[in-house]
T-cell receptor, first 113, second 112 residues
Framework: EAGVAQSPRYKIIEKRQSVAFWCNPI?????LYWYQQILGQGPKLLIQ????????DSQLPKDRFSAERLKGVDSTLKIQPAKLEDSAVYLC???????????FGQGTRLTVV | DAKTTQPTSMDCAEGRAANLPCNHS???????VYWYRQIHSQGPQYIIH???NNETNEMASLIITEDRKSSTLILPHATLRDTAVYYC?????????????FGGGTRLMVKP
């Protein structure tokens, strides 16, 4: 079965620019997660969707980050404007339901210079 | 989610069993123990989970103490490919608003 697909794999941008990441979850998975992983740390949950509704976005910096999951399938995460401290790997994961085991994509490595 | 405590790092000789401990002293009765691992440059990978009873699958065994305040993940015959960061997480299964929250994990180094 196909896994969680993310693109791009790598992205380098200058500070104050904007960037968007795309995630295609495993077919039929209702729950979708976005994580930020800074080098040397565990993944930090940014936002969790159940179908196309937001379950939790308490750790999403809403002044610059936004995420949507139209039609309850694919999702995009946007940063505008980017800061140097946003340099990290952005991971997308999906699960068949809340509480079920999650499957992760390979992530997008963002470097802000 | 209840917090977990894991050692920052561990070493294991190739071919030997790797025993990774996790403390979760504030775990609630309906919270499961999950283990994930993250190999360098990859996303985390689910390993195993359990509630009270010990569990075993093709990857590992999970031993949960009777009081459920701690658990041990066992890789019976560690290989070099098991070198990774291992995360112990406690969470309620199948519950609305249930987050999957990672801590710092244990960095396991399997040495030849």
């Amino acid at each position: 079965e196909a896994g969680v697909a993310q693109s791009p794999r790598y992205k380098i941008i200058e500070k104050r620019q904007s960037v968007a990441f795309w995630c295609n979850p495993i077919s039929g998975h209702a729950t979708l997660y976005w994580y930020q992983q800074i080098l040397g740390q565990g993944p930090k949950l940014l936002i969790q969707f159940q179908n196309n509704g937001v379950v939790d976005d308490s750790q999403l910096p809403k002044d610059r980050f936004s995420a949507e999951r139209l039609k309850g399938v694919d999702s995009t995460l946007k940063i505008q404007p980017a800061k140097l401290e946003d340099s990290a790997v952005y991971l997308c994961a999906s699960s068949i339901g809340q509480g079920a085991k999650a499957f992760f994509g390979q992530g997008t490595r963002l470097t802000v210079v | 989610d209840a917090k977990t405590t894991q050692p920052t790092s561990m070493d294991c000789a190739e071919g030997r069993a790797a025993n990774l401990p996790c403390n979760h002293s504030t775990i609630s009765g309906n919270e499961y123990v999950y283990w994930y691992r993250q190999i360098h440059s990859q996303g985390p990978q689910y390993i195993i989970h359990g509630l009270k009873n010990n569990e075993t699958n093709e990857m590992a065994s999970l031993i949960i103490t009777e009081d459920r305040k701690s658990s041990t993940l066992i890789l019976p015959h560690a290989t070099l490919r098991d070198t990774a960061v291992y995360y112990c997480i406690v969470r309620v299964a199948n519950n609305a608003g249930n987050m999957l929250t990672f801590g710092g994990g244990t960095r396991l180094m399997v040495k030849p």
